[in-house]
């Protein structure tokens, strides 16, 4: 078996595996949850049909708004970069097939670095884009933790969950710090991937030129410290305010689909209610456990909004979960594996090797 296809059957393993524990998750719940009175009060509710759509075309909205932040991060950094908007979108939707299919969305990294780096982007400033997004995202989580568990709190004591979101809290605070310690200390991180390069080099079959080695590593380092450093400007300052107010936005138009879907159902939206669930899950999403976090997130998302809508009889729980999921997970999974086949002329054909090549 050459290399392309161990890597097709493992992409093809992880699509299988997300796709399976969802759709099992899922239908063991609707097990549990679906009954007659279910059943009632579907028939005698009247679905509202146009928020459904307009769920949908929020997370339409949501892939846009990650696009202008890439564009705007891009840019900022690159200064005789020009990423049109259009670009940026098709970055952000090809990228989100491996997201979905990987652990804490961390697939959907690789291939940003790549398709910016193809646009004309050092890797090293390409590199330094994606983190910073990450950082971003990390920062809004942690600053909307505290109000979540807040308004959770209010509602139910959040018991063992708590102290795994609260594991989770800290290990994106873990990952700010590194980031941090890597723009201060460029020297220092030199090193340190200098030192597990050469222990990989050792153990690894193929021995590459240490000399080469060195020589990438230094070189995108500084790329990326550089690339960080154009914030310091009043141009980057601008940047960094734009970059921020667009996280909001984009988190928060992705954390109203629920609320849609909701008052789809003829249910209440409990918009504050369901906003801070949604920091929670995504708390509970971005922890590395299973491919998608298939599973995970089904089960987080019985467990929060079960305490808003209920679990019981003629609870809609079930119906609110499949039609969820369609739209954020589904959905994404679909339109990321057109444009990954579009870009890639192939829906398995990307890997990180790709990455490495094009700097070879």
């Known amino acids: 078996m050459t290399e392309k296809e161990k890597k097709q059957k493992t992409m093809k393993a992880s699509v299988i595996i997300s796709l399976t524990v969802s759709i099992i998750i899922i239908l063991v719940i609707l097990f549990f949850t679906i009954d007659a009175e279910t059943i009632n009060q579907l028939t005698t509710t009247k679905i509202k049909y146009e928020f459904f759509l307009i769920a949908i075309l929020l997370n339409i909205l949501y892939w846009i708004l990650w696009a202008a932040r890439l564009k705007i991060l891009s840019n900022a950094f690159d200064k005789n970069l020009n990423i049109s908007l259009a670009e940026s979108t098709k970055i952000i939707i090809a990228n989100l097939f491996l997201a979905c299919i990987t652990p804490s969305m961390a697939g959907g990294e690789p291939v940003r670095i790549h398709l910016l780096n193809k646009d004309g982007m050092s890797l090293g400033g390409a590199t330094a884009v994606v983190i910073a997004e990450r950082l971003f995202d990390a920062i809004f989580i942690l600053i909307m933790v505290p109000i979540a568990f807040f308004i959770f709190q209010g509602i139910r004591d959040l018991g063992f969950a708590g102290k795994g979101l609260l594991i989770g809290i800290v290990v994106f605070a873990g990952f700010i710090l590194l980031f941090i310690y890597a723009i201060i200390r460029p020297e220092k991180t030199k090193s340190f991937l200098i030192f597990i390069s050469n222990k990989i080099s050792k153990s690894s079959k193929k021995k590459n030129k240490e000399g080469k080695i060195i020589k990438r590593i230094n070189q995108e380092v500084d790329n990326f410290h550089n690339s960080m450093m154009s914030f ?79 679990t019981g009889e003629g609870s809609l729980i079930g119906v609110f979960l499949i039609l969820y999921r369609f739209i954020s997970y589904y959905m994404n999974l679909i339109a990321g594996a057109i444009f990954q086949h579009r870009v890639f002329k192939s829906v398995a054909s990307f890997s990180i090797d790709m990455i490495k090549k094009k700097k070879e």
């Open 232 to 310: 310091r400007g009043n141009e980057g300052r601008k940047a960094l305010l734009k970059a921020s107010v667009i996280t909001v936005l984009f988190w928060s138009t992705g954390f109203i689909v629920p609320s849609m879907i909701l008052l789809g159902l003829g249910l209440p939206p409990y918009f504050i209610e369901s906003y801070a669930a949604q920091v929670l899950l995504l708390v509970i999403i971005m922890m590395p456990t299973t491919p998608g976090s298939a599973g995970v997130a089904e089960a987080g998302i019985y467990g929060l909004y079960g305490i808003l809508i209920g």
